[in-house]
């Protein structure tokens, strides 16, 4: 057969459309819809579990028994290169400066301070060893052991940037050291030489006046706390004179003013009028509008540096962990440090770490029950997720715990309801009127704040390494 021969392929004819089609039908339909998404929404566990207080006249005053706190602060320096100098001022956080103004006598002491760089493992102070200088960590973490008492050496603690160890040295020419500091990673730290610290003093006489009064101050009877004593009398028999006392209070208390997040809400006139079915577009923006305030108000409680949590815990409520990853041992530590602990707050990343932290000791977080919902937790306390917590960029984070309620002398938020026009406790939405492009808008804002009633109220967990160790 030749190839003219041969047939051409046949294409099918098409079959005729028999029914209505969906992209035809869906003209006619009313198609189901969600209400608006938003990614941003989290848990908000923070403002879930801080017990809200009324701070009437938008202040809340924290009164507190006098405190003889004399100084243990941490100290800040500037880098230029790798020449690190001490701020002046920030001499002042140690005890023997603390409340000392002269600024050319605290120039004067810091243009002493001599720059030494470490090593890791290299062991900067020996137990038993003389105390003739101050040591001022600029940079690095440096642990601090002794002997234990059943033998062998114990870690009392890790001391990182802003520490410092070795005051005695200033004030007692017999002073000697009673542990060992040793360096975790390479770092740098300033010294202060006694010599030198004597030399400015023979020269600066409002310096030596502060110098002897600091020693009167640290002799008056005060509670381990830092607080004056209470005198009282037990244990005595027959007619033993009773001592007199007073409780003494601060003069200046602490006044926490409500802070203030606000946005403007605008919504035009034909969308309200036109498009409000199924569901009400109005109502649809407030409340995203007030999500993404709640999430700011949250992220101000951790973060801000006037009432944010992180900023405001006790520099003697600040610890670190001994191996940079969080571990059980760490989490007791912290745990310890304050009565009724109530909850811990951590970034889901954070969360991450202690449990690879629990599970390579062997242990798994238990579950509690939160509202219903089951969390993780360490010696039955929860321990919530907050992503507000920031990260550093050597992925490095915080573990907040607190104790909280007015009562409990805890960690408490501060807010004011029955506003005008309130929409939620705490938050109003008010009408501000329509402008000339038909475009209504309305004012939303809320009120908040924290307070800290006692120093030990609030703990943090600083430097946590929460990047898991590759293998």
């Given at each position: 057969m030749s190839v003219d021969s041969i047939p051409e392929a046949q294409t099918p004819p098409e079959t005729p459309q028999q029914s209505l089609g969906t992209a035809a039908a869906r003209n006619l339909a009313s198609t189901t819809k969600s209400v608006p998404q938003m990614q941003e929404i989290t848990s908000r566990w923070l403002l879930r579990m801080l017990p809200w207080v009324e701070a009437?006249?938008?202040a809340y005053r924290v009164n507190r028994r006098l405190r003889h706190t004399l100084g243990d602060g941490r100290i800040?320096?500037?880098?230029?290169?790798?020449?690190?100098?001490?701020?002046?001022?920030?001499?002042?956080?140690?005890?023997l400066l603390r409340g000392f103004t002269d600024t050319d006598v605290l120039t004067a002491l810091a243009d002493r301070c001599t720059q030494r760089d470490f090593a890791a493992g290299e062991v900067l102070v020996a137990r038993g060893g003389p105390a003739d200088r101050i040591h001022l960590i600029a940079h690095g973490r440096v642990s601090q052991t002794t002997e234990g008492k059943y033998g062998g050496e114990i870690t009392t603690a890790v001391l990182a940037d802003g520490s410092h160890f070795g005051e005695q040295a200033?004030?007692?020419?017999?002073a000697r050291h009673d542990c060992t500091f040793t360096a975790e990673t390479s770092g740098t730290l300033l010294t202060l030489t006694r010599a030198d610290f004597t030399?400015?003093?023979a020269s600066a006489?409002?310096?030596r006046a502060h110098v002897d009064d600091f020693h009167t101050r640290a002799r008056q009877r005060q509670t381990k706390h830092g607080e004056a004593e209470i005198a009282l009398s037990a244990g005595h028999v027959g007619e033993a004179e009773l001592p007199g006392t007073f409780v003494d209070y601060e003069l200046r208390p602490r006044e926490y003013e409500l802070s203030v997040a606000q946005t403007v809400l605008r919504i035009h006139t034909r969308v309200g009028d036109l498009y409000n079915g199924p569901m009400n577009q109005s109502e649809e923006q407030l409340r995203l509008t007030v999500e993404a305030l709640r999430e700011r108000q949250e992220h101000e409680l951790v973060n801000n540096r006037e009432f944010g949590l992180l900023h405001n815990a006790d520099f003697k409520q600040r610890i670190q962990p001994r191996t940079g990853a969080p571990t059980p041992d760490d989490m007791d530590e912290l745990l310890c440090r304050r009565r009724g602990t109530k909850l811990f707050l951590a970034h889901?990343?954070?969360i991450a770490a202690i449990g690879r932290g629990f599970n390579a000791c062997g242990l798994y977080p238990d579950h509690v029950d939160l509202g219903g919902q089951s969390v993780p937790a360490w010696r039955g306390v929860p321990i919530l997720p907050c992503n507000k917590i920031p990260i550093s960029k050597e992925q490095?984070?915080?573990?907040?715990?607190?104790?909280?309620?007015?009562?409990n002398q805890g960690v408490i938020g501060l807010r004011q309801t029955e506003l005008p026009d309130e929409y939620e406790p705490g938050l109003s939405v008010r009408f501000m009127g329509i402008?000339?492009?038909?475009?209504?808008?309305?004012?939303?804002?809320?009120?908040?704040?924290?307070?800290?009633?006692?120093?030990?109220?609030?703990?943090?967990?600083?430097?946590?390494?929460?990047?898991p160790v590759s293998r």
């Open positions: 009437a006249g938008g800040e320096f500037v880098q230029e290169g790798a020449r690190v100098r001490v701020i002046p001022g920030e001499l002042t956080e140690l005890a200033l004030s007692d020419p017999d030399a400015v003093q006489p409002q310096l889901p990343r954070t490095t984070s915080s573990i907040i715990a607190m104790r909280t309620g007015e009562k402008n000339e492009q038909a475009v209504i808008s309305y004012l939303v804002s809320t009120y908040y704040s924290a307070a800290v009633l006692l120093p030990d109220a609030l703990g943090v967990m600083e430097n946590v390494q929460i990047a």
